[in-house]
């Protein structure tokens, strides 16, 4: 069974630097889009981006300028950092695992991380 | 804002049948996926694009297509049913992904 365990802080400052890390378990990492969500109440499930076991990467288009997600096989990890932080980056943030296909669906998902901005 | 658009809320009676849709014009490209979140949980994948159900997930739960509109079928609501559901799929340029905006499902 895959598992995906999310590390990171959550409380931040304006201005500082989201960095999220996301452990796959079971499963294999090859093959896969391994991707990070965000939920608020206001803006509902958002997707942030993706990266494949090559280090390709897709984002938001929202969020493009101020996100970059990174994969380490050797740890079968991947990671999120998200500059510039703001109120507004106030959310639970998910690591979820990308289906192969073009129809892309997320099979497994991390237990979530809630970020919350504040001074 | 999302482009994918569905009813915020549907009730259904336990036992009875209850159809949740969301409409997007990239729905006409590419499939839709389904998605069911409980309070204070990760969403949890009930159906894939290609009306797959993950190993689990009840065969009560089915998925269908008609232009525009996907739809996800609860056929004998049970209790635990209760939850919000999304739906998911690319965006109209088909270059990112999209969520649908949620549909809440009481069970009365």
């Known amino acids: 069974q895959v598992q995906l365990h999310q590390r990171g802080p959550g409380l931040l400052k304006p201005s500082e630097t989201l960095s999220l890390s996301c452990a796959v378990y079971g499963g294999s990492f090859s093959g896969y889009y391994w991707t990070w969500i965000r939920q608020t109440p206001g803006r509902g499930l958002e997707w942030i981006g993706e990266v494949n076991h090559s280090g390709g990467t897709n984002y938001n288009p929202s969020l493009k300028s101020r996100v970059t997600i990174s994969v380490d096989t050797s740890k079968n990890q991947f990671s999120l950092k998200l500059s510039s932080v703001s109120a507004a980056d106030t959310a639970m943030y998910y690591c979820?695992?990308?289906?192969?296909?073009?129809?892309?669906?997320?099979?497994?998902w991390g237990q979530g991380t809630l970020l919350t901005v504040s001074s | 804002s999302s482009e994918l658009t569905q009813d915020p809320a549907v009730s259904v009676a336990l036992g009875q049948t209850v159809r949740i849709t969301c409409q997007g014009d990239?729905?006409?490209?590419?499939?839709a996926s389904w998605y069911q979140q409980k309070p204070g949980q990760a969403p949890v994948l009930v159906i894939n694009g290609k009306n797959d159900r993950p190993s689990g997930i009840p065969d009560r739960f089915s998925a269908s297509i008609s232009g525009t509109t996907a739809s996800l079928t609860i056929t004998g609501t049970q209790a635990e049913d209760e939850a919000d559901y999304y739906c998911n799929s690319r965006d109209s340029t088909g270059n990112y992904f999209v969520f649908g905006t949620g549909t809440k499902v009481t069970v009365l």
């Open positions: 979820a695992r990308g289906s192969r296909w073009l129809h892309r669906y997320f099979d497994f």
């Open positions: 990239s729905l006409r490209s590419y499939y």
